[in-house]
Nanobody, 121 residues
Framework: QVQLVESGGGLVQAGGSLRVSCTAS????????KGWFRQAPGKEREFVAA????????MYADSVKGRFTISRDNAKNTLYLQMNSLQPEDTAVYYC??????????????WGKGTLVTVSS
């Protein structure tokens, strides 16, 4: 069983940076691709970024490409999302996810409870 717990969300001004983290429990963590989705108020969940189990392959939504960086430290069972040049439209609850395969659709097997990121203008 994989359990995912996000942290690091908060309030930041437009143009600022924030890093959210996700700590996983469960021995399968190191072999699962991981990712981030987000959900803004009144909107559907959308794909943000994903990373392969080795970290050698990454995928980003066009809306965050060049601003966000996903990374992982398997020794620490931790996934990261570094977010730079944040904009008010990045305001959302950010969810950590894990699955046997990377896909840009929300049908991932494991989900955390989310962490709120609010970007003020």
């Amino acid at each position: 069983q994989v359990q995912l717990v996000e942290s690091g969300g908060g309030l930041v001004q437009a143009g600022g940076s924030l890093r959210v983290s996700c700590t996983a429990s469960g021995r399968a963590f190191s072999t699962y691709p991981k990712g981030w989705f987000r959900q803004a108020p009144g909107k559907e969940r959308e794909f943000v970024a994903a990373i392969s189990w080795s970290g050698g392959r990454t995928m980003y939504a066009d809306s965050v490409k060049g601003r966000f960086t996903i990374s992982r430290d398997n020794a620490k069972n931790t996934l990261y999302l570094q977010m730079n040049s944040l904009q008010p439209e990045d305001t959302a609850v950010y969810y950590c996810v894990a699955n046997r395969a990377i896909r840009p659709t929300p049908d991932w097997e494991y989900w955390g409870k989310g962490t709120l990121v609010t970007v003020s203008s």
